[in-house]
């Protein structure tokens, strides 16, 4: 079992960057396949960018590619979610979660049923 901590959210003007980090407990941090989502008022959570375990693989939203560059130290047991460019529309809270079963396709990583466990969540919000 693994406990999601996130953090580094805000409030940034149109353009900026913040950088999101999921701290993991435990130490198996590294067999986890790791995710990033996000849920703005109204509207479903939806898929933002995933990691493999191995760290050699990334998927992305076609939303954010370009803009949103995910990572993960797992001698620190943390993933990150950097994000440049944003604008209003990215406005959201944002959230971490595992997957431990190994999977390499992205269909295993864009779904939310396909993760174990999730973070509380970190409040992004952009201005215009």
């Known amino acids: 079992q693994v406990q999601l901590v996130e953090s580094g959210g805000g409030l940034v003007q149109a353009g900026g960057s913040l950088r999101l980090s999921c701290a993991g407990s435990g130490r198996t941090f590294g067999r986890y396949g790791m995710g990033w989502f996000r849920q703005a008022p109204g509207k479903e959570r939806e898929f933002v960018a995933a990691?493999?375990?191995?760290?050699?693989?990334?998927y992305y939203a076609d939303s954010v590619k370009g803009r949103f560059t995910i990572s993960r130290d797992d001698a620190k047991s943390t993933v990150y979610l950097q994000m440049n460019s944003l604008k209003p529309e990215d406005t959201a809270v944002y959230y971490c979660?595992?997957?431990?079963?190994?999977?390499?396709?992205?269909?295993?990583?864009?779904?939310?049923?396909?993760?174990?466990?999730w973070g509380q969540g970190t409040q992004v919000t952009v201005s215009s």
């Open positions: 979660a595992a997957r431990g079963a190994y999977c390499s396709g992205y269909d295993c990583y864009n779904r939310r049923e396909e993760y174990d466990y």
């Open positions: 990691i493999r375990r191995s760290g050699g693989y990334t």
